[in-house]
């Protein structure tokens, strides 16, 4: 029951700290405009980018991706302060790669789904990032940003990359976690909110109407 608590406990820290939409408070408090106004609207790194130029997109960017790696700091200090020995004992009924796992769709879910921005958001790439670099460790979100950037640059289209990597989630998931069937169902869940985050780059992209990098501006 302790275990159980704890994990529930550990989603919604993570998922508060996951909501903190710091693309619309840089947006408001170091350039006077609401993000979600320009462009796609979205609060996240690309828009912030195309908006707000390349400082304020980065800062964006490197606040999101903190908060991935501090909710996996929150699965460690969780884990080891409530599961019998750190979740790491043979048996124990919620192990320390279901932690990580419940971190990471706990941040994913609060940046997409931000209560304080009437449960919207982001689409979650800068978040999961972060959180994978705790989750999967430094191979598995190595792998992931290769293939992030490979079709990114092969294709020039930002989204098909995010997409790409998103959807490999639940594949390293089972390679990562293999036997940790919850691990892998909430890794698997959370790669695939940030798919469904994308749905409308989706429609764009069969539409082939999809904007590449180094498009101008449509007025």
Partial sequence: MQD?????????????????????????????????????????????????????????????????????????????????????????????DTMLAVAFLGCVWGHVFSPWLKFKGGKGIAVAVGCLFVTFGWVGAGLELLIFIVLVVATKRVSIGSIAAAAACPFFALYFFWGDWAAVAFCAVAGLTVVWAHRENIKRLRAGTESRIGDRKRA
């Fill in 4 to 96: 159980a608590l704890g994990a529930a406990g550990l989603f919604v820290a993570a998922f508060l700290l996951g909501s903190i939409p710091f693309g619309l408070i840089i947006s408001k408090v170091f350039y006077h405009t609401d993000l979600r106004e320009h462009g796609s609207g979205n609060i996240g790194t690309t828009n912030a980018i195309r908006t707000m130029g390349k400082v304020g997109g980065y800062a964006v960017f490197v606040l999101d991706f903190g908060k991935g790696l501090l909710s996996g700091l929150l699965a460690w200090w969780f884990s080891w302060n409530i599961l019998p020995s750190g979740g790491l004992a043979p048996g124990v009924l919620v192990s320390y």
